[in-house]
């Protein structure tokens, strides 16, 4: 079992930075691929981005490359999503998610998920 926390979410104008970051406990997630989904209102889950075992390989859904970057410190046991240049289409809640699915951007393949934190981007 692997439990998921995630915090840094919070009100931003456009153009502004956050980051996220999720922590875990449990078992160690340097075996899990980790990921990051948001969820606009009214809209489905969606893929942001996912980062390899060993932090050296990463995917990003079109919308977010070049402005947002995640990383990871397994010695920490921690994953972090740095957003930059933020827009108000990125106002969703973020979740952090644990898979054995080598870099999956299917929600349903992640095993486990953090409570989720509300970012916002308006003026």
């Known amino acids: 079992q692997v439990q998921l926390v995630e915090s840094g979410g919070g009100l931003v104008q456009p153009g502004g930075s956050l980051r996220l970051s999720c922590a875990a406990s449990?078992?160690?997630?340097?075996?899990?691929?980790m990921g990051w989904f948001r969820q606009a209102p009214g809209k489905e889950r969606e893929f942001v981005a996912v980062i390899g075992r060993g932090g050296v390989s990463t995917f990003y859904v079109d919308s977010v490359k070049g402005r947002f970057t995640i990383s990871r410190n397994n010695a920490m046991n921690t994953v972090s999503l740095q957003m930059n240049s933020l827009k108000p289409e990125d106002t969703a809640v973020y979740y952090c998610?644990?898979?054995?699915?080598?870099?999956?951007?299917?929600?349903?393949?992640?095993?486990?998920w953090g409570q989720g934190t509300q970012v916002t981007v308006s003026s």
């Open positions: 998610a644990a898979t054995t699915s080598p870099y999956s951007r299917d929600s349903y393949r992640y095993d486990y």
């Open positions: 449990g078992r160690t997630v340097s075996t899990y691929y």
